[in-house]
């Protein structure tokens, strides 16, 4: 089973960046990560996936470290519209997205 | 591009009915997933389809649930007859392929009572 291990909940001040860690010890060589976030009654949102490399784009970074275990998403300048659930996931098997608990980021004004 | 699209956004009904929810996916995704979402369950994925082949139904809860995809453009998750315990949201999502991130539609509320 894919399991990764993510805080249930965060906060963060609006302005300043968000760190949202996820361990996947279980993670193997081409298996990439990925990271949605829900917002309250909303279908999930895709944001960024990688696979070794550090990965940006318009939405976020995720910083993957060497040894792939564990990644990092980071929101450079949290709003309060970023207040939402954060899944961090990775494909075991198959092209099917398994979603655990995820966690919960209040940004506070 | 108008997304993933899903009807009806909100359905009650009673309780040994049957109920249909409909999905459209992206034009040109070739992979289309079910989940379900409760609060005690989180998001679960019931069934997936590529090129319109169910591929993976273990996640369906029983055979009350049923689900086809008769072209790429159009999809339904049936439950017949309904039961309270089945309320919960219903997202259906499409994917160009891996490692492609999936869209997901807006979802279908639905209320057995």
């Known amino acids: 089973d894919a399991k990764t291990t993510q805080p249930p909940s965060m906060d963060c001040a609006e302005g300043r960046a968000a760190n949202l860690p996820c361990n996947h010890s279980t993670i193997s060589g081409n298996e990439y990560v990925y990271w949605y976030r829900q917002i309250h009654s909303q279908g999930p949102q895709y944001i960024i996936h990688?696979?070794?490399n550090n990965e940006t784009n318009e939405m976020a970074s995720l910083i993957i470290t060497e040894d792939r275990k564990s990644s990092t998403l980071i929101l450079p300048h949290a709003t309060l519209r970023d207040t939402a659930v954060y899944y961090c996931?990775?494909?075991?098997?198959?092209?099917?997205?398994?979603f655990g608990g995820g966690t919960r980021l209040m940004v506070k004004p | 591009d108008a997304g993933v699209i899903q009807s009806p956004r909100h359905e009650v009904t009673e309780m040994g009915q049957e109920v249909t929810l409909r999905c459209k996916p992206i034009?040109?995704?070739?992979?289309l997933f079910w989940y379900r979402q409760t609060m005690m369950r989180g998001l679960e994925l019931l069934i997936y389809f590529n090129n319109n082949v169910p591929i993976d139904d273990s996640g369906m809860p029983e055979d009350r649930f049923s689900a086809k995809m008769p072209n790429a453009s159009f999809s339904t998750l049936k439950i017949q007859p309904s039961e309270p315990r089945d309320s919960a949201v219903y997202f259906c999502a499409s994917a160009a392929g891996p490692p492609d991130g999936y869209t997901f539609g807006s979802g279908t509320r639905l209320t057995v009572v």
């Open positions: 990688g696979l070794k």
């Open positions: 034009s040109g995704h070739d992979y």
């Open positions: 996931i990775w494909v075991g098997g198959g092209n099917m997205l398994t």
